[in-house]
Each structure stands twice: as C-alpha cells, then as structure tokens.
C-alpha cells in the first residue's frame, strides 16, 4: 500500500514540475524575442556607424592625398581636415533626448512584462 501511495506523489511532482517547467517556457519566449530584437539593432546600428565613418575616412583620405601631390598641404589644413568637429545643435539634442528615450523604452518593457507575467500567473491559477 506505501508503495502505491508513494507512486501516486511520484506522478503528481512530476506533473506539478511539467506544469512549473511549461510556464518558464512560456515566461523565458519572451526574454529571448527581446534579447534577439536588442541584438540585432545593435548588429544594424553597429555597422551603419563603422560603414559611414569609413566613406568619411576614405574621402578624406583622398583629399589630403591630392592636395600633398598639388604641394598645398601643410599642418594647419591637415589639421583643419582631420579634426573632429564640434557637435552641432543636433549632437547637443541627440544627447540630450537619448537617454530620456532609453529611459522611455526600458519602463514600457518593463510594464509590458509585469503584465505578462500577471497574466501567466492567473493562467497557471
């Protein structure tokens, strides 16, 4: 009779892991779309930036090759033509707005996850 009484909790946790495995399934598919989404805009933007600052490289590059062949170049235009420039009213904004629209995103994604995780834990109830 113990033997029985033992099989029958053995069926029930396994049923209960099943169950407590199948709901991490369902939480973690949501994590893993959001890692996926913020990997790949990383990979866009990551090579949008090197592919544009590579063709202001190379047309520089050219410049100051044509210029030294002309005999025009001397240290204060190669200076002029290889110095960063100073960020402009965009670059001001840009970095004004970006972290509010970090901070923006990151609270809807985590609204957006305490209500998913809500509704999974009425689901399983």
Same mark, same amino acid.
Request: proline share 2%; charged share 30%.
């Given at each position: ?21 199948? !709901?991490?399934? *369902? ?28 063709? *202001?490289?190379?047309?520089?590059? *050219? ?16 200076? *002029? ?11 001001? !904004? ?32």
């Amino acid at each position: 009779m113990k033997r029985t009484e033992l099989e029958k909790k053995a069926e029930e946790l396994e049923q209960t892991l099943g169950m407590q495995l199948s !709901l991490v399934k *369902k939480g973690s598919e949501g994590f893993a779309k959001i890692g996926g989404g913020i990997l790949l805009g990383g990979i866009v933007a990551f090579s949008a930036v090197k592919l544009l600052s590579r063709k *202001k490289n190379n047309k520089t590059d *050219k410049v100051l090759k044509t210029l030294e062949k002309e005999g025009l170049l001397d240290d204060e235009i190669k200076h *002029k033509l290889t110095q960063k420039s100073q960020p402009g009213f965009m670059g001001r !904004l840009s970095a004004i707005l970006l972290p509010i629209a970090i901070n923006y995103g990151k609270n809807r994604l985590f609204n957006k996850l305490n209500k998913s995780d809500d509704s999974i834990e009425k689901n399983a109830k």
